[in-house]
């Protein structure tokens, strides 16, 4: 099965530690045909909390699985209640020095693809183009009876009106954008159905617990086969649905760099682990190649 499952790993004492030279990686960028894997410490520089770093949520926050979501009347309302408040933190979130980094590289023709786990769009504001959102997007709405899409600014609108004066203050917002509410300040949030057929509605993002559909797998496959390197950036590599890709790529003999302060679960497979802040990594390897890394303004909302 291919589950998003929640998992913890502790580091073992035999990986191979971090650097500080950024030349493999400015070696690497430099040959062109590099995929980018991106997870959530990709976007903490915008704002954006991630699970397992300094600070990371799963220290205080279990992420709503899909069996969950599906099966319990008041756990749709504790998460659209806390999803709506989180939701308008994910609005105003704009992309990094990062983001900003991997979108110019694209431009430059330096990368083969970009692979995200993240939810927040923010690769797209940056200007990055043909993303894969490996773990879906916040700004869609899916429903789960008829299949009907709709954009999240829409429901974001809907949920507005049938909960006037809904604006508790939440202890936190979590990378997918479920913000910490207790069960008082949740009270009795009014969720609203698909306007098609009255069914659940479901933000179209991967859950704990819930499958990556197999033909976007399959595409993020062939993109790594197609790949010179597997760049990954931001990511602990904890769940198998970022690190089968790191596996594959090791396997096939293609260099994988990861970019990532803390050690990862994908460290033995590596060339190289940078343990440096992504957003001032990604810039001194633009400037070394002569790129230029603009300013964006665009965010998800």
């Not at 890709?245 to 302060?261: K, M, S």
């Amino acid at each position: 099965m291919r589950m998003r499952p929640t998992l913890s790993w502790t580091p073992s004492e035999d990986l191979p530690p971090g650097t500080t030279d950024l030349e493999p990686l400015a070696d690497a960028l430099g040959a062109g045909g590099v995929l980018v894997l991106s997870g959530a410490g990709m976007s903490t520089e915008s704002g954006i909390p991630d699970y397992r770093g300094e600070g990371g949520s799963l220290s205080r926050h279990t992420p709503m699985t899909y069996q969950e979501f599906t099966a319990d009347v008041q756990a749709r309302r504790r998460y659209w209640a806390r999803s709506h408040l989180g939701w308008r933190t994910f609005g105003r979130a704009r992309p990094n020095a990062g983001h900003r980094a991997v979108a110019s590289f694209g431009r430059f023709g330096l990368l083969s693809g970009v692979i995200t786990q993240n939810v927040d769009g923010l690769h797209q504001a940056a200007g990055s183009e043909g993303v894969v959102e490996l773990h879906g997007s916040l700004d869609r709405v899916v429903c789960l009876s008829c299949g009907t899409f709709s954009p999240r600014r829409e429901l974001a609108g809907r949920l507005e009106e049938a909960n006037a004066g809904f604006a508790p203050v939440a202890a936190a917002i979590n990378p997918d954008g479920d913000a910490d509410l207790t069960d008082e300040q949740v009270g009795d949030f009014r969720v609203v159905p698909c306007t098609v057929c009255g069914g659940i509605l479901k933000p179209d993002v991967v859950f704990f617990g819930e499958a990556v559909p197999p033909a976007r797998v399959e595409l993020c496959r062939s993109l790594v086969r197609e790949a010179t390197s597997l760049l990954v950036l931001g990511s602990s590599l904890t769940v198998m649905s970022g690190l089968r890709f790191v596996r594959q790529a090791d396997e096939a003999g293609t260099p994988v760099l990861i970019v990532n302060r803390d050690p990862t679960r994908g460290d033995r497979h590596a060339l190289t682990r940078i343990a440096l802040p992504l957003g001032t990594s990604l810039t001194a390897v633009a400037g070394r190649l002569g790129i230029p890394v603009g300013e964006t303004a665009a965010g998800l909302g």
